[in-house]
């Protein structure tokens, strides 16, 4: 079993990180032949730069489309950023003054970003016209998280497991070393979901996350007037020509 778990880690983590960098790739490099910010729009870089914080941090445009959206994305992202920094303990030696700080904070977000993706799903679920347009995949997250979560503060509260031995694991992996794992279901359940998370984010719809970045209804500044804006594949052709 051990074995076949840290297989698994490897394969999810180069899955993660190559698919990622594909689609990251893949983004930057597709071209932008229009001017098509939403307006109201910045006209200046540094304007572009403060509303791709406050929608990144924020969720500025959903705050303005459906505030229970809102409501629940948000505390379900931050609780989830503050869930992995917490995990770092397990990948570093000495652990961090901020890490060690953080824990009992990141031990019960972990309860908010449960409730935060249950919400998301009774939405899902609920609402006639999200449930018209969502499809097995969408499911398929929400299932994912809420097992992630659940089976992680089961481990905190109910079932303890040995996090000395889960630590000793992943830094093993970390150097090529496979070390014992405790054999506890519910740590093998909560192990075996954030490897299926891992492997097929960069083909889920997850990938919101790097993509917002190379929005251009976000990360373009309102200036057509000013200054004409030309696709990179439109210079090359007028080169050519």
């Known amino acids: 079993m051990n074995a076949l778990i840290?297989?698994?880690?490897?394969?999810?983590?180069?899955?993660?990180?190559?698919?990622?960098l594909y689609r990251?790739?893949?983004?930057?490099?597709?071209?932008?032949?229009?001017?098509?910010?939403?307006?109201?729009?910045?006209?200046?870089?540094?304007?572009?730069?403060?509303?791709?914080t406050r929608e990144v941090v924020f969720f500025e445009s959903l705050?303005?489309?459906?505030?229970?959206?809102?409501?629940?994305?948000?505390?379900?992202?931050?609780?989830l950023a503050l869930v992995i920094l917490r995990h770092l303990r397990y990948f570093i030696e000495p652990v961090w003054a901020w890490v060690g700080f953080i824990q009992p904070?990141?031990?019960?977000?972990?309860i908010t970003m449960l409730l935060g993706v249950c919400g998301l799903w009774g939405r899902r679920l609920l609402v006639e016209r999200i449930r018209y347009i969502s499809t097995p995949s969408d499911h398929l997250m929400l299932i994912l998280f809420i097992s992630i979560a659940a089976s992680g503060l089961a481990m905190s509260f109910i079932v303890h497991t040995d996090v000395i031995a889960v630590k000793?694991?992943?830094?093993?992996?970390?150097?090529?070393?496979?070390?014992?794992?405790?054999?506890?279901?519910?740590?093998?359940l909560h192990l075996?979901?954030?490897?299926?998370?891992?492997?097929?984010?960069?083909?889920?719809?997850?990938?919101?996350?790097?993509?917002?970045?190379?929005?251009?209804?976000?990360?373009?500044k309102d200036d057509p007037r000013e200054k004409r804006h030309i696709a990179a594949w439109a210079k090359k052709l007028e080169s050519e020509n």
């Open 24 to 52: 990251i790739r893949t983004y930057a490099t597709t071209p932008s032949p229009l001017k098509i910010p939403t307006t109201p729009a910045p006209t200046t870089t540094g304007g572009v730069v403060l509303r791709m």
């Open 6 to 20: 840290a297989v698994l880690f490897y394969l999810a983590t180069l899955l993660f990180v190559v698919g990622l």
């Open 192 to 220: 075996l979901s954030v490897v299926v998370l891992m492997a097929i984010f960069p083909i889920s719809k997850l990938l919101h996350a790097p993509g917002v970045f190379f929005s251009p209804t976000r990360n373009q």
């Open 105 to 110: 904070f990141g031990m019960y977000a972990g």
């Open 63 to 79: 705050f303005k489309a459906n505030l229970w959206t809102w409501g629940l994305g948000w505390l379900f992202h931050a609780s």
């Open 168 to 188: 000793g694991f992943f830094q093993g992996l970390m150097h090529f070393s496979i070390q014992p794992l405790p054999g506890d279901a519910i740590l093998v």
